[in-house]
């Protein structure tokens, strides 16, 4: 008769008591994940949305960009330069850029624009414009050519004039905001897809077109094929302006950014700003994101520039306000995690004190007839052991297939929460972060627990005096 | 030859506001083989005596020895140990271990002695079978009646092979039948093997069966008497 076969039965010797502290550790362990997920999922999502896909996770600047994110802060981009970043090992995209402001019109509107000057092939491996090129809008007149054909289901038809004026990249968007499924209603999306056709196309190596975000665009009533000018301050404060014909539009998973990106040829953005052959920034995209590898890339790339003029920055360096966004949000969530694992240690804490109690006169017998003390505590260790194995793995158990749906399907906020992240500059969604080492971290902090709880109760059984226990 | 010699033990308890005599200088031998029962009044320290003769309890002064160990000498673990290999408990309330069966009640001792698992079989078959359990291997203690529990506890306490086996009022919660049954049991034990049973109680039929009975009141043995069949 093993110690653990003692332990698991004295489990079961008061089922309700150990399902009720199982349940305690389950649930605080199925919100803590969700919450943890939620949180982490969260910030892949804002990284994803701002660095990955936009900034990328190194720049090269000029040593004063960050502080004067002017044009006098830029630094000339050579094929030399380029060769000496692209063969250092582990850099999946490098993507110069010009980045300034303007003022962009169409006569009757105006509105402030970010012009990136971008080279269109390399930009694909960073924020790939092309993959952004809107394809569909929901146009009233799209709406009546199929009320006229008929076959669209009402709760359709309904769905549709809530998105009217919106524009896609992709039929998989519609379907999503309709609440359809792509397989089994394609007809219905072939549709919807036949009558939003939206035209437009990428820009071409000297193509002297530009791509205008989707909200810029509609604020500017602007559509493909009319033309675009821009009004700016250039290189040492020449007046910068032009016009440029609109090849497409695009819309931007960053609300903030869709609302105001002109993208066009690094050429022509060049010329626009009378730059030379300057860039304001060289984004660097990487296989592995970790930190170290991160950390050691950048390192390697400054060594090898060895410039008092430029530097290589990680996404953390240049854009500081995320990182206080998602450190500020990360001390809230684990001020919550730990009023969690607080109830977690006093439901075990509980449940210990009441074992001891109960079984004080049978743990005198036991030391009695020659059982010793430390055996005895370690049944009693291996008891709460079990019970929060249980509570963490049945916690665990439940909240994955949660924690795998909405990871594959975020949830899409509406409303006040949905207009206040857009306003943060994100995407409305919340999606999931999924098995990641929060998992076993959870684990670990649950056998934390069961080990504090039992400390008291340890040191009760280690001093008892057998007398006493018998009498009780 | 002599299994327990007490040396003018005194169990003083020093409570707050009044010092309690329990123990007064007892002197007393118990020799191998027997069958004696501490008899007195409550309070008179019958329980105080055998948790100082099973080492749960240290004397305030006095020596006792267990086959030429000083136990009050023996502490912690050491005297955990002692216990195991040397002395056999038998508790009113029977305290079984309720998640093991009677099998595994008795066995669990001999384990905790690490003795070999076909040797702890063999005499867990045995044990139970002598107290007329044999049929009863795989129940748990709330399956089986007092008597039973009791006998099963007389079994682990021969279990450890103990120099002696206390019982501490082994009687006081058994019917009439089943403590006739439990004395028989024991009584046998004793005649046939030659194991020392000490027991403390009120009970008259225990009494009768002892061939030694010690009177002790307000911590002094009184009387030390010995029937005409075991006289030494």
């Known amino acids: 008769?093993?110690?653990?076969?003692?332990?698991?039965?004295?489990?079961?010797?008061?089922?309700?008591?150990?399902?009720?502290?199982?349940?305690?550790?389950?649930?605080?362990?199925?919100?803590?994940?969700?919450?943890?997920?939620?949180?982490?999922?969260?910030?892949?999502?804002?990284?994803?949305?701002?660095?990955?896909?936009?900034?990328?996770?190194?720049?090269?600047?000029?040593?004063?960009?960050?502080?004067?994110?002017?044009?006098?802060?830029?630094?000339?981009?050579?094929?030399?330069?380029?060769?000496?970043?692209?063969?250092?090992?582990?850099?999946?995209?490098?993507?110069?850029?010009?980045?300034?402001?303007a003022l962009a019109s169409t006569g009757n509107q105006t509105k402030g624009a970010l012009i990136m000057g971008v080279d269109p092939?390399?930009?694909?491996?960073?924020?790939?414009?092309?993959?952004?090129?809107?394809?569909?809008?929901?146009?009233?007149?799209?709406?009546?050519?199929?009320?006229?054909?008929?076959?669209?289901?009402?709760?359709?038809?309904?769905?549709?004039?809530?998105?009217?004026?919106?524009?896609?990249t992709n039929t998989g968007s519609?379907?999503?905001?309709?609440?359809?499924?792509?397989?089994?209603?394609?007809?219905?999306?072939?549709?919807?897809?036949?009558?939003?056709?939206?035209?437009?196309?990428?820009?071409?190596?000297?193509?002297?077109?530009?791509?205008?975000?989707?909200?810029?665009?509609?604020?500017?009533?602007?559509?493909?094929?009319?033309?675009?000018?821009?009004?700016?301050?250039?290189?040492?404060?020449?007046?910068?302006?032009?016009?440029?014909?609109?090849?497409?539009?695009?819309?931007?998973?960053?609300?903030?950014?869709?609302?105001?990106i002109v993208y066009m040829n690094l050429p022509y953005a060049q010329d626009f700003t009378?730059?030379?052959?300057?860039?304001?920034?060289?984004?660097?995209?990487?296989?592995?994101?970790?930190?170290?590898?991160?950390?050691?890339?950048?390192?390697?790339?400054?060594?090898?520039?060895?410039?008092?003029?430029?530097?290589?920055?990680?996404?953390?360096?240049?854009?500081?306000?995320?990182?206080?966004?998602?450190?500020?949000?990360?001390?809230?969530?684990?001020?919550?995690?730990?009023?969690?694992?607080f109830v977690i240690f006093f439901g075990i804490f509980g449940t210990v004190l009441m074992m001891i109690h109960e079984r004080h006169r049978e743990f005198g017998m036991l030391v009695s007839i020659g059982m010793r003390k430390t055996k005895l505590a370690l049944i009693m260790v291996i008891e709460m052991f079990l019970i929060g194995v249980l509570g963490v793995i049945s916690g665990t158990v439940i909240s994955l297939p949660l924690l795998y749906y909405f990871h594959i399907h975020p949830i899409r906020l509406t409303g006040g929460l949905a207009q206040t992240m857009e306003d943060m500059g994100f995407d409305p969604l919340m999606p999931l972060a999924w098995t990641e080492s929060y998992v076993i971290w959870q684990g670990l902090i649950v056998a934390l627990m069961v080990v504090l709880s039992c400390l008291y109760p340890l040191r009760k059984v280690l001093k008892l005096k057998e007398t006493e226990a018998l009498r009780n | 030859m002599k299994v327990i010699e007490l040396k003018n033990v005194e169990k003083i308890y020093n409570d707050s506001e009044f010092k309690v005599h329990a123990i007064r200088g007892i002197d007393l031998d118990f020799e191998e083989g027997e069958f004696a029962a501490i008899v007195g009044p409550s309070g008179s320290g019958k329980t105080t005596l055998l948790n100082m003769l099973g080492g749960l309890d240290k004397p305030s002064a006095g020596d006792i020895m267990i086959g030429g160990t000083h136990i009050n000498e023996l502490k912690g673990s050491k005297l955990i140990d002692f216990r195991l290999h040397n002395i056999g408990f038998v508790f009113q309330s029977y305290n079984l271990i309720p998640v093991l069966t009677a099998k595994e009640n008795v066995e669990f001792i001999m384990q905790m002695q690490r003795r070999p698992a076909a040797k702890r079989l063999e005499r867990t078959r045995e044990l139970l079978e002598k107290v007329g359990l044999g049929d009863r291997l795989n129940s748990r203690p709330n399956k089986l009646s007092g008597g039973q529990q009791q006998r099963v506890a007389v079994a682990r306490a021969l279990a450890s092979k103990p120099r002696f086996i206390l019982a501490d009022e082994p009687t006081a919660n058994l019917d009439s039948v089943s403590t006739e049954n439990l004395l028989d049991i024991m009584e046998q034990l004793n005649r046939e093997e030659k194991i020392t049973f000490i027991f403390s109680t009120h009970d008259a039929r225990v009494v009768k069966k002892a061939k030694r009975v010690i009177t002790i009141e307000d911590g002094k043995v009184i009387r030390d008497e010995w029937k005409e069949e075991d006289v030494r």
């Not at chain 1, 982490?40 to 804002?46: A, I």
């Not at chain 1, 076959?151 to 896609?168: A, F, T």
């Not at chain 1, 821009?230 to 014909?245: R, S």
């Not at chain 1, 304001?280 to 592995?288: H, R």
């Open chain 1, 121 to 168: 092939v390399r930009e694909r491996s960073l924020s790939n414009p092309e993959n952004l090129l809107v394809r569909y809008r929901i146009t009233h007149e799209g709406i009546d050519r199929l009320n006229e054909d008929g076959g669209l289901p009402q709760p359709v038809h309904e769905k549709l004039k809530d998105i009217l004026g919106n524009s896609y």
């Open chain 1, 174 to 260: 519609i379907a999503m905001d309709l609440e359809l499924d792509e397989k089994e209603d394609s007809k219905i999306l072939d549709a919807i897809a036949s009558v939003s056709h939206f035209p437009g196309r990428y820009l071409e190596n000297q193509d002297d077109g530009v791509l205008v975000s989707d909200r810029l665009a509609k604020y500017l009533r602007l559509t493909v094929g009319d033309t675009l000018i821009l009004m700016g301050q250039g290189y040492h404060g020449a007046t910068a302006a032009d016009l440029y014909p609109v090849r497409g539009i695009i819309k931007l998973i960053n609300p903030e950014l869709d609302n105001k």
């Open chain 1, 1 to 101: 008769m093993n110690l653990f076969k003692i332990a698991w039965r004295n489990l079961w010797r008061n089922r309700r008591r150990t399902a009720i502290t199982s349940a305690s550790i389950l649930f605080a362990v199925f919100f803590a994940l969700i919450m943890r997920s939620f949180q982490l999922g969260f910030y892949d999502h804002m990284i994803r949305n701002v660095i990955e896909s936009f900034s990328g996770f190194l720049q090269i600047q000029h040593i004063d960009y960050q502080d004067d994110p002017s044009l006098e802060n830029t630094f000339p981009y050579s094929a030399e330069l380029q060769k000496t970043i692209e063969s250092t090992p582990g850099i999946t995209a490098v993507v110069p850029r010009i980045e300034t402001f």
């Open chain 1, 274 to 341: 009378g730059v030379g052959d300057k860039v304001t920034a060289v984004g660097i995209n990487l296989a592995d994101n970790s930190d170290k590898n991160m950390l050691a890339i950048q390192r390697s790339l400054a060594e090898k520039l060895n410039s008092d003029k430029i530097k290589v920055k990680n996404w953390k360096e240049f854009n500081p306000v995320l990182v206080q966004q998602i450190e500020g949000d990360n001390q809230s969530g684990k001020a919550f995690l730990a009023l969690l694992y």
